[in-house]
């Protein structure tokens, strides 16, 4: 009902929306209206409530509102179900507590937090994940070979690229293997994390962060100069819920695309976008490094780098340009 109320309230922004409007629409009376409004109250909407005049949402911009995004989604795999938590450890931990403990998670769930305190990146590396940010998981379950489920990855980065550059016409580029970048600084990561067996049925979870609404100042000191948000860029906020509706669709066309169609269609957009092909590269592996140019991505999503001396083809590491 919760959600109702909210997707009403967004759906009319800018207006008063009356308790008696709400309670006829939703068949619930105007109590139980108010009651619901008090508990969004809590979560962090801002509901302004003047007596004849009814209910406003003030925040609806920057706060997630799971029956829009899912009413925009109808048709997708991806987003059929969306839970959303205020605040969560970590929203890819969160969708392996739950399939791990066998709770029924269909396949396309999105888990959504408007903060995470214990956010996750690459490498075991700490995500700084403030509020205004978009921080979900997507939970899959592909029929697809362990070697196919590496170019996930890739698929994904340029599905999250394609749909971020909307906001920033011709600005976004991917650092290999799936590192959204504008101009020199990162926007958006994505970990990739299987969950289950491997003889079995296995989930997928594919975690995406993206810094939306976030203001330098908010971005923690150590990534402050590295790091930057659709906010900064676009120089004005954006409605978070057409970043995750657009990005979802997007993750969803792509998902579909390399199910039918494989990788190559997508291995060419994503060497057009790649920021570093054609340039001189430096990949951190284990203890030393490994620097040339980086010729080409390959069909198995493999980095190709020409030290001069020999081909070397790479499927994890960190790059520096
Ligand atoms: C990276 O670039 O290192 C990957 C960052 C992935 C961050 C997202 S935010 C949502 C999901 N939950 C996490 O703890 N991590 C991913």
Redesign the pocket.
Same mark, same amino acid.
């Given at each position: 009902m919760r959600d109702e109320i909210l997707s009403q309230l967004y759906w009319r922004q800018g207006e008063y929306v009356s308790g008696q409007e709400l309670a006829d629409k939703l068949g619930i009376t105007r109590v139980a209206v108010w009651k619901n409004i008090e508990a969004l109250k809590e979560e962090g909407y801002l509901i302004e409530a003047v007596s004849r005049k009814g209910y406003l949402l003030r925040n609806g911009k920057e706060m997630i509102i799971p029956g829009v995004v899912k009413a925009e989604l109808r048709g997708c795999l991806l987003g059929r179900d969306i839970i959303y938590y205020s605040q969560? *450890?970590?929203? +890819?931990?969160e969708a392996k507590r739950r399939i791990n403990a066998g709770c029924k998670v269909e396949e396309g769930t999105v888990i959504v937090?408007g903060r995470?305190t214990?956010? /996750? $990146? /690459?490498?075991g /590396?700490k #995500?700084e994940?403030p509020a205004g940010?978009? #921080?979900?998981?997507v939970v899959l379950s592909p029929e697809l070979a362990v070697s196919e489920l590496a170019l996930l990855s890739l698929v994904f980065a340029r599905a999250v690229a394609k749909s971020l550059d909307t906001f920033l016409p011709g600005g976004c580029q991917i650092k290999w293997p +799936? *590192?959204v970048y504008v101009k020199g600084r990162?926007l958006?990561? @994505?970990?990739l994390e299987l969950s289950g067996e491997m003889d079995r049925a296995h989930y997928l979870?594919a $975690?995406?962060? @993206?810094n939306v609404n976030v203001a330098r100042e908010d971005l923690a000191g150590e990534i402050r100069d590295a790091a930057t948000s659709l906010y900064i860029e676009a120089g004005r906020k954006v409605d978070i819920n057409k970043v995750l509706t657009g990005v979802l669709k997007s993750m969803d066309d792509y998902y579909n695309l390399f199910r039918e169609r494989g990788f190559s269609p997508i291995r060419e957009e994503f060497k057009a976008c790649c920021m570093h092909l054609g340039r001189k590269v430096r990949v951190k592996r284990g203890e030393g490094y490994i620097e040339g140019i980086n010729e080409d991505i390959d069909f198995m999503g493999n980095m190709v780098i020409n030290t001069g001396k020999e081909i070397i083809r790479i499927s994890t590491g960190d790059v520096s340009i």
């Open positions: 969560l *450890d970590s929203t +890819n931990e937090a995470q214990a956010g /996750r $990146g /690459r490498m /590396r #995500w994940s940010g978009l #921080w979900f998981s +799936n *590192d990162k958006a990561g @994505i970990l979870v $975690g995406v962060g @993206i």
